[in-house]
Structure formats: structure tokens, C-alpha cells
């Protein structure tokens, strides 16, 4: 059912630097900044592709995802991708074999990282009609999405302006759900024909090894399989291994109880060793130690060899503390969608196999575990979200 290997019409080189410019990197300035390498898997023959990405900061680097549906009327985006040469190509070659691309979705109201290609990508198939989750916002000032790029003639808001292909697809919001600073909204899309349900940021599958949008390169996780600042960067899969599930709790917990921050006199000692004076190795600049049994703490978020179905700590503790109800109750709609058989995140794993059942028991752990717990490896975002109560800047009570 779903393909392991890569077709020649699919697969991404690792190679030419030119084709996988993304110019528009210093507005949203994360790693790997200017190339974009874009890895392409199809993950049901004919049918459904994701195209993926890395994005992080200081080497701490997680998958983001568009995927392509096949429709009857063409092919739809959902979740939009930084556009370069290499992913225009990739996108050309489908629309060759499977028609235009006639619409274009961004699912999300909050997730920057999925607005800001947006503009480009819509530039880049003028025909297509572009669906924008509901609650638009952009900060620090308030523009009208036409000043943010998004075409004007073609650009339509889902549900308030109507649903696209509703003979093919079922649609899903969670939210309008207030930040204080803007709206958090993100809208689900179950594709009937293959049963796959396409989510953005609220759940994600993370998986004990790393995703293959890394071979290309895996420095990212050579560099946090280390111990010390001066460690050569050693390519084996263990470390691998090790490296991802690092990252994955940075990127979960920002900082994990088992990481400790060394003084810089003790960093700085460590640097500039042989081999790594080179600003891809950050010149040796380490500023991690790592307790002896930092493993548990991912084996906490990711008990077993399979990728749990989870809310994202950091969504968790920062964006839904006072979420919790809209968040069950949506789950609890999404478990009622017809032949649900695939989830596809905009991050981490996919496709991961689901149905209602695994979503009720999702929905029935979220209401019966402490939510948006304070202590250990939560601690640090517990601390960011008190300060916002704090300054005001976030409601207490979000959907009054
Ligand atoms: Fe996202």
C-alpha cells in the first residue's frame, strides 16, 4: 500500500545547491536557511505525496511536510513548502502524469512557518485557487492578507467562503481558538478515496529514528549525537539514532530536564579542536552535556519502535494549556470522519496507519493524564507560558 523506496520520478538528489534556492529565507530565518533540500515520497501509489523539508534552529531540525493530493479535478497542496527550482520541478513532473495543480491550502491561521511560502508557491501556479484557514493574522502589525502576497482574486477563507472539491474531501476545524497575541486555527482534510486525514501543527507521530528527509545530510544529527565540543562528527546509524532523538526533545521541550548547559569557560575549551574549526561544525561551540539517562525522557514521549500519535509538548504546554476541551472535542470529530486510514502530519512521521479507535483512545488519554504539566521536561515551557499570563500577553481563559 504505501511505497518504501523512492521512484526516479520522485526522489530528491542530494545535490545541485542552485536548484534548491529559497531566497525568501531571512524572513523566517531558520536552518537550513537558503537551500531547501526537498525529498518527495509518495506515499500512496497515484494518489497522495508528501514533499519534505527540514526547519530548525542551531542544528535542531524537524521535518515539515506539504502533501499532494491527486483529485479529480487535478492535484491540491496542502500546507505549503519554501518553493524552489528542485520542488517546482517535482510539482511539474506530477501535474505532467496527473494534471494542473487547481488548489492550494494553508490549513493554519498561526503556523508561520506554513504561511510564509504561501504568497510564492500561489505565484507559482497562477490558476489555482488558494484556501486560507479562517483568522488570519500576521504580527507585529495587523495587514490584510493582500498585502501579505496572497492573490486577492483567487484567495478564499475555508468555511466562511464555502469548502473546495466538497464531493472528494471532508474539512475539519479546530479553533478560532484566542492567543492573545493572534488566533490559533488549523483545519484538518480527510481525502475520501485513500482515507488519509492531512493535519498541520495540533498532532504529530514522532518515531524512535530519524526521517529520511536527513540522508541527504545528517548533520543535524551527528552534531547532537555528541558528548563534547570537541567530538569529530562520527556518520553511524546509532548516532544517528541518538542525534534525532535529541532533537526531538529539544524541539518537544525546548530544554529537557536531562540537558544540561555547561559555563561558557568550559564550551570555549572545547572549541576549535582539530576537524571541526569550520563554521558547519559551529567551530566546535558545544553548549550541551546531556545526563547519563537523557534517553528516558524520550522513551516518556516515545514509548515504543512505532511512532506515537501525540499533541506536541510545546503545543501542549503553550498553545492549548486552556485548550484542552476544543482540542478533545475536535479529535472526537475526526474520529467520526468515514474510513479513516492514514494520518499525515505537516511534521515528523508519515504516513502513520489510524482509525477512530486510535483516535478515541487518544482523545480518552488527553482527558485522563495530567494536561500541560509543570515539573521535569516541562518546566522550562511552563515557566515561558507563566511569564505570558503574567504580562498579559496570552487570556486565561481562551475561548470566553
Ligand atoms: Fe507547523
Known amino acids: 500500500m504505501v511505497s518504501s523506496g523512492l521512484s526516479s520520478l520522485t526522489a530528491s538528489k ?7 534556492r529559497w531566497p525568501w529565507w531571512p524572513l523566517l530565518p531558520l536552518y537550513p536557511y537558503g537551500r531547501r533540500r526537498t525529498l518527495v515520497r509518495e506515499l500512496i501509489p497515484g494518489q497522495v505525496w508528501a514533499f519534505e523539508q527540514l526547519q530548525g534552529i542551531f542544528y535542531v531540525a524537524v521535518p515539515i511536510r506539504m502533501t499532494v ?16 527550482a528542485e520542488l517546482l520541478a517535482a510539482l511539474r513532473e506530477l501535474e505532467r502524469h496527473h494534471g494542473p495543480v487547481v488548489t492550494i491550502v494553508l490549513p493554519t491561521a498561526s503556523g508561520l512557518e506554513h504561511k510564509l511560502p504561501t504568497p510564492a508557491l500561489a505565484r507559482a501556479f497562477p490558476n489555482a485557487a488558494v484556501w486560507v484557514a479562517p483568522g488570519q493574522w500576521s504580527f507585529p502589525l495587523s495587514l490584510p492578507p493582500s498585502w501579505l502576497g496572497f492573490p486577492p482574486s483567487r484567495t478564499r477563507v475555508l468555511f466562511e467562503q464555502g469548502l473546495p472539491h466538497g464531493d472528494e474531501l471532508d474539512w475539519c476545524g479546530l479553533g478560532p481558538l484566542d492567543l492573545g497575541l493572534g488566533t490559533f486555527m488549523e483545519v484538518a482534510c480527510l481525502h475520501r478515496a485513500t482515507g488519509s486525514l492531512l493535519l498541520t501543527d495540533a498532532l504529530v507521530a514522532i518515531g524512535a529514528d530519524p526521517p529520511a528527509v536527513f540522508d541527504a545530510d ?14 569529530p562528527l562520527e556518520d553511524t546509524p546509532e548516532q544517528r539514532r541518538r542525534g534525532w532523538q535529541r532533537l526531538v526533545l529539544f524541539a518537544s521541550y525546548l530544554r529537557p530536564a536531562p540537558l544540561e548547559v555547561p559555563g561558557w569557560g568550559e564550551v570555549l575549551a572545547l572549541a576549535m579542536a582539530p576537524g571541526l574549526r569550520h563554521p558547519r561544525f559551529y567551530f566546535g561551540l558545544y553548549p550541551f552535556r546531556w545526563q547519563p539517562h537523557w534517553q528516558e525522557a524520550f522513551r516518556e514521549l516515545v514509548p515504543g519502535d512505532q511512532p506515537r500519535l501525540q499533541v506536541a509538548p510545546v503545543l501542549e504546554r503553550l498553545v492549548f494549556p486552556r485548550c484542552r476541551g476544543a482540542l478533545v472535542e475536535w479529535i472526537g470529530r475526526l474520529a467520526q470522519l468515514p474510513d479513516l486510514r492514514w494520518l499525515i502530519s505537516a511534521h515528523y512521521e508519515a504516513p502513520v496507519a489510524c482509525d477512530a479507535a486510535r483516535l478515541a483512545d487518544l482523545a480518552r488519554e488527553l482527558v485522563t493524564r495530567p494536561w500541560a504539566p509543570e515539573q521535569d521536561s516541562w518546566a522550562t515551557l511552563a515557566r515561558i507560558d507563566h511569564t505570558l499570563l503574567k504580562l498579559g500577553l496570552v487570556p486565561r481563559s481562551p475561548q470566553s
Open 14 to 20: 542530494a545535490g545541485d545547491a542552485s536548484e534548491q
Open 218 to 231: 545528517p548533520t543535524p544529527l551527528l552534531f547532537h549525537a555528541r558528548d563534547r565540543g570537541d567530538q
Open 69 to 84: 493530493l491527486r483529485l479529480r479535478q487535478g492535484l491540491l497542496l496542502y500546507a505549503p513548502l519554501p518553493v524552489t
